[in-house]
């Protein structure tokens, strides 16, 4: 049987657009619980389901506050405040990375985020959501036209050569794929130029902001895979942090707000 604190727990859930991701802290500020699961059709029916398993591994004696963010956040009707991901993004890299002054590239499944961090409190920030370009969509499509998983695709593009795709759009992205199989290119070789072109689209992205000094920290779906982290590294000529919970920076964010409701 496990052993509990006696106090207030914090839920944060991360209800993106491919998966959510939950993390409760306990009084102390350390993760007790992840989850990770596909946000399927329905974010409430997710949301739902995070609760009872909640509940089931914890019982109704922890006192428990949920704060909720992500795309689905006003989907979680038991959410005691809903927060903005670029908040709880923010808030959860400096918790992870131990920085108050930190950039941050977050890669998600239907938009990137980059968020500059001063001093804890976000300075600024842009997102893409208006186009697939350059998030995990994009690199979800381009496997499954190349037969692979995401995962497969981004090890194989080590392997590759350079080889160019010239539009950022994922329709036309596709189409030049579709054309370079038909040409004969190499697997490995168009695996390359899917990477690149979501590197590019990232970079070109981060040069609209004024990043800081500290160093660029990588969170979001992508951050499992070390060839995309070796190429950002590339192309911002700098080193890219990243971390085993990165994937859950969002929830780590919003259940530090949730600890806090009550301070």
Not at 1 to 19: A, E, L, N, P, W
Not at 171 to 179: D, K, L, Q
Not at 187 to 205: C, G, L, M, P
Request: glycine fraction near 12%; include cysteine.
């Amino acid at each position: 049987m496990r052993t509990r604190k006696i106090g207030h727990y914090g839920v944060g859930i991360d209800i993106g657009s491919t998966c959510a991701k939950t993390v409760m802290i306990d009084p102390d500020g350390k993760a007790v619980w992840r989850d990770l699961r596909p946000t399927g059709w329905s974010s409430v029916e997710t949301a739902r389901a995070i609760s009872s398993d909640l509940s089931k591994g914890f019982g109704e004696e922890v006192e428990k506050h949920y704060v909720a963010t992500g795309y689905g956040r006003v989907s979680v009707p038991f959410a005691d405040k809903c927060i903005t991901e670029i908040s709880c993004h923010a808030k959860g890299a400096v918790l992870l990375f131990g920085e108050k002054n930190l950039n941050v590239i977050d890669i998600g499944g239907q938009d990137t985020k980059l968020i500059v961090v001063t001093e804890g409190v976000v300075s600024e920030f842009l997102m893409n959501d208006k186009c697939s370009a350059g998030t995990g969509r994009f690199l979800e499509v381009m496997a499954n036209t190349l037969s692979m998983t995401p995962a497969q695709l981004c090890t194989l593009a080590g392997t590759g050569k350079e080889t160019q795709i010239s539009s950022l759009c994922t329709v036309f992205a596709e189409s030049e794929v579709i054309n370079l199989i038909g040409r004969g290119t190499a697997r490995e070789d168009i695996a390359w130029a899917v990477v690149d072109s979501i590197v590019r689209k990232v970079r070109t992205q981060a040069g609209k902001l004024r990043l800081g000094k500290g160093p660029l920290c990588l969170t979001g779906g992508l951050c499992d895979f070390p060839y995309v982290r070796e190429k950002l590294q590339a192309a911002f000529g700098r080193e890219v942090l990243t971390s085993p919970d990165a994937r859950f920076a969002g929830a780590f964010g919003a259940a530090q707000y949730a600890l806090e409701l009550t301070r």
